[in-house]
């Protein structure tokens, strides 16, 4: 068994030495790319603002559609903001601090809070001992049938997607962020303080500007719409039927990362609006690539070639997956219980 071992790490050694001196390169933040990024997102982002305004004298049918297409922006948005929380958009951190509030007061979301979180996310993906920050809620199908009602209960309320993708995302980013981690330190309690005084000042001023009714309905309307589109593409990266779950010491970062998150391959203008994050198994395996060099860096090996894209239309289907089964290393729905449940009973006759 030790030498099993030693041999393991030295396989995981060589191959992350790999994977290094391919990545490293890619990781060099470019100032034009960036500085394109924030003109080609924040300027029309505020261009739809001003519409959505002058649209009110309208009618409410141009406002909606135009509040719609702001939440794409704001997907977009986000990734620049995410980015600058893993200090990959731009070389210099103050600039990444300073970008990162800014986009942080556009998306509700308080910046060296939420750095710290997930960066933990990155750090546990994939590891059945570590579940429980910045990630979906995920139980296995052992953990689900040794519950109790009242906690499977809360499970398929968590796991239904209207909850899920609609519920959710507003709560997230317009409640739950209000409030600092028990465990966050001073600076990530900070973050989440001055982060809710500076929205309060925003709203205060587009209330003024808009009506607080009209602003209230825009901003729930543009929040949404950014919000359910992020949290399906997070739940799509990291729910997947395949995907890479493990425990202890045989968790391997390399294969959380490209067999943990994966290669969602969107239509050209689905991956611009979502800031390339679909190349989310490059993004784990190195998150100091920023989010313009993510698809070059896919294109640069065979190694990367070899992760299975899901696109679009096969997306749908992680919707029907819930439970991990631990023993063939799978998602399943939850009719695969009375499959289970069957196979454990025949299993205890022969015993």
Request: charged share 15%; aromatic share 16%; glycine share 6%.
């Amino acid at each position: 068994m030790m030498m099993d071992s030693e041999a393991t790490q030295g396989t995981n050694s060589t191959r992350v030495e790999e994977w290094r001196k391919l990545v490293v390169k890619f990781e060099k933040p470019a100032l034009g790319p960036a500085i394109w990024q924030l003109v080609n997102t924040l300027g029309p982002y505020a261009l739809i603002w001003y519409l959505m305004y002058l649209s009110l004298a309208w009618h409410w049918w141009i406002t909606l559609p135009l509040a719609m297409l702001a939440g794409m922006f704001l997907v977009r948005i986000f990734i620049i903001f995410h980015d600058c929380g893993h200090g990959s958009f731009f070389k210099s951190s103050r600039a990444n601090a300073v970008t990162g509030f800014v986009t942080g007061v556009l998306t509700l979301t308080p910046f060296h809070h939420w750095k710290w979180e997930h960066a933990i996310h990155h750090a546990s993906s994939g590891n059945l001992d570590k579940r429980g920050v910045g990630d979906i809620w995920t139980m296995t199908v052992e953990e689900y049938l040794a519950s109790s009602r009242a906690k499977r209960f809360s499970y398929r309320l968590s796991r239904n997607p209207l909850v899920l993708f609609l519920l959710a995302p507003l709560y997230l980013f317009v409640v739950h962020q209000r409030f600092p981690k028990a465990k966050a330190n001073s600076r990530e309690r900070w973050s989440v303080y001055w982060m809710n005084l500076a929205i309060l000042v925003v709203a205060v001023g587009m209330s003024l500007a808009f009506g607080w009714k009209a602003y209230l309905i825009l901003q729930l309307t543009v929040t949404l719409v950014a919000g359910s589109m992020g949290v399906w593409m997070f739940y799509v990266q990291h729910q997947f039927e395949d995907v890479y779950w493990e425990r202890g010491e045989e968790w391997d970062y390399c294969s959380a990362a490209l067999e943990g998150s994966s290669f969602y391959k969107l239509p050209k203008v689905l991956q611009w609006f979502s800031g390339n994050i679909g190349f989310h198994h490059i993004h784990h395996l190195s998150s100091r690539i920023p989010n313009y060099n993510l698809e070059k860096c896919h294109r640069s090996h065979p190694m990367f070639h070899s992760v299975k894209p899901i696109t679009l239309l096969g997306s749908l289907k992680c919707a029907a997956y819930r439970l991990w089964d631990e023993e063939n290393k799978k998602l399943v729905g939850y009719r695969y219980l009375r499959t289970y449940i069957k196979q454990s009973r025949m299993a205890g006759k022969q015993g």
